[in-house]
């Protein structure tokens, strides 16, 4: 009986001996926010996590030495952000709150509970943005619907279809930096 007890723990403890073919690193951290007003106290919980993923590459994978040197490569960085505000949580894999120009204008982009709102310089709601399945935005503002996307410069670039002419035009939102 002994024998078969020592016979399966070893088996156990092997399992976990096995090398990483990835580096992961993660780290959380959680911001709390209490705002009081005359409506009462509310708690805005912030939850950003970050996580780094590198695969571990050897220099020399074919040679017999047994201590092997590690070659660089690269570190894919994701981050995810958890908003909770009222009991609803939403989650933001970035943040593209922002103050964008167009033609001289400064809009404001910022975060609402279903996608961003957009607002004119003075203040006004002119449009939404909602994300889609595909890591792209439907910009809706008043009859006007159209298609975006932030490009690598995190400009916001809108494609609407005119129906008249049978074309796309292309407009491009500057961040402000």
């Given at each position: 009986?002994?024998?078969?007890?020592?016979?399966?723990?070893?088996?156990?403890?092997?399992?976990?001996?096995?090398?990483?073919?990835?580096?992961?690193?993660?780290?959380?951290?959680?911001?709390?926010?209490?705002?009081?007003?005359?409506?009462?106290?509310?708690?805005?919980?912030?939850?950003?996590?970050?996580?780094?993923?590198?695969?571990?590459?050897?220099n020399d994978a074919d040679s017999?030495?047994?201590?092997?040197?590690?070659?660089?490569?690269?570190?894919?960085?994701?981050?995810?952000?958890?908003?909770?505000?009222?009991?609803?949580?939403?989650?933001?894999?970035?943040?593209?709150?922002?103050?964008?120009?167009?033609?001289?204008?400064?809009?404001?982009?910022?975060?609402?509970?279903?996608?961003?709102?957009?607002?004119?310089?003075?203040?006004?709601?002119?449009?939404?943005?909602?994300?889609?399945?595909?890591?792209?935005?439907?910009?809706?503002?008043?009859?006007?619907?159209?298609?975006?996307?932030?490009?690598?410069?995190?400009?916001?670039?809108?494609?609407?279809?005119?129906?008249?002419?049978?074309?796309?035009?292309?407009?491009?939102?500057?961040?402000?930096?």
């Amino acid at each position: 009986m002994k024998i078969i007890v020592l016979g399966m723990a070893a088996f156990l403890f092997s399992l976990n001996i096995q090398a990483q073919n990835k580096n992961v690193k993660t780290e959380v951290k959680t911001n709390i926010t209490t705002i009081k007003n005359s409506q009462g106290e509310k708690k805005l919980v912030e939850t950003k996590e970050i996580k780094e993923v590198q695969n571990l590459e050897l220099n020399d994978a074919d040679s017999s030495i047994l201590n092997k040197d590690v070659k660089e490569s690269p570190v894919e960085v994701t981050a995810t952000t958890k908003i909770t505000a009222d009991g609803v949580t939403k989650v933001i894999d970035v943040d593209r709150s922002a103050y964008y120009e167009l033609d001289g204008k400064k809009y404001q982009v910022s975060s609402d509970k279903k996608g961003y709102s957009v607002f004119m310089p003075d203040g006004k709601k002119s449009a939404v943005l909602r994300k889609t399945s595909n890591n792209n935005y439907i910009y809706k503002a008043g009859n006007v619907t159209s298609f975006g996307h932030f490009n690598s410069d995190g400009n916001m670039i809108l494609e609407t279809y005119d129906d008249k002419t049978d074309t796309i035009t292309i407009t491009t939102y500057h961040i402000e930096k």
